[in-house]
């Protein structure tokens, strides 16, 4: 049974970085092949892929946010950290990390943490 679930604050003020950490279990992200992924919904808008990292601790990102994303893992603890700096209203969405099995711009989420929304306001 993979699991995962995110975790952080659900307030972040403007300009601040938002921080959130998804715990995974059920798989390793030091061994698996898949990607682990952070993706979000912004109300009333579509999925939005932000980046995702390998088992190996590759990063890649979504063109527009590479600027201001990085992922983090913590392997000790089977965990990734997503960090988006200089947020805005525009990042206020639901956040959701994920087992992405798919390659380059096809993306197949199989494994959901349940999300957690982030509301950026001051």
């Known amino acids: 049974q993979v699991q995962l679930r995110e975790s952080g604050p659900g307030l972040v003020k403007p300009s601040q970085t938002l921080s959130l950490t998804c715990t995974v279990s059920?798989?390793?992200?030091?061994?698996?092949?898949?990607?682990w992924t952070w993706i979000r919904q912004p109300p009333g808008k579509g999925l939005e892929w932000i980046g995702g990292?390998?088992?190996?601790?590759?990063?890649t990102f979504s063109p527009s946010l590479k600027s201001r994303a990085s992922i983090s893992r913590d392997t000790s603890k089977n965990q990734f950290t997503l960090q988006l700096s200089s947020v805005t209203a525009e990042d206020t969405a639901v956040y959701f990390c994920?087992?992405?099995?798919?390659?380059?711009?096809?993306?197949?989420?199989?494994?959901w943490g349940q999300g957690t929304q982030v509301t950026v306001s001051s």
């Open positions: 059920g798989d390793s992200i030091t061994t698996s092949i898949y990607y």
């Open positions: 990292v390998t088992y190996s601790g590759s990063t």
């Open positions: 994920t087992r992405d099995r798919g390659s380059g711009s096809n993306h197949l989420y199989d494994y």
